[in-house]
């Protein structure tokens, strides 16, 4: 799915992505509700590695995983009022991002 891989790196590469390239470690990060409010989580990251396995088997694979990851950074964001300017920026690029995929027909 080169389309898709291009995406999944250009999302990966923009600078306010960072807080979604890893999987949350709530003991590191001190959020031991995070798993209470996030309750299947998905990150950029993990995302990346199902891409480079061949896990996703079809486009709507990555996408159903890019929106809950989107979710996931929109409750956390809601939940702790961390970086909500930057959760904004990031859904708009993503947004962008998923109409340019759905524009090439993948």
């Known amino acids: 799915m080169p389309m898709s891989s291009d995406l999944h790196a250009d999302l990966s590469r923009h600078v306010l992505v960072w807080p979604f390239l890893e999987p949350v470690d709530p003991v590191v990060l001190n959020v031991p509700t995070y798993y209470d409010v996030i309750s299947n989580p998905m990150d950029l990251g993990t ?3 199902k ?5 996703y088997h079809d486009p709507a ?3 159903a995983d890019l929106l809950l990851q989107r979710a996931k950074e929109r409750r ?3 939940r702790w009022k961390r970086d909500s300017f930057v959760a904004r920026l990031n859904r708009d690029k993503m947004d962008e991002r998923r109409r340019l995929v759905a524009s090439h027909g993948e």
């Open 47 to 49: 995302m990346g590695a």
């Open 51 to 55: 891409l480079n396995a061949g896990d």
């Open 61 to 63: 694979e990555y996408r």
């Open 76 to 78: 956390v964001m809601s």
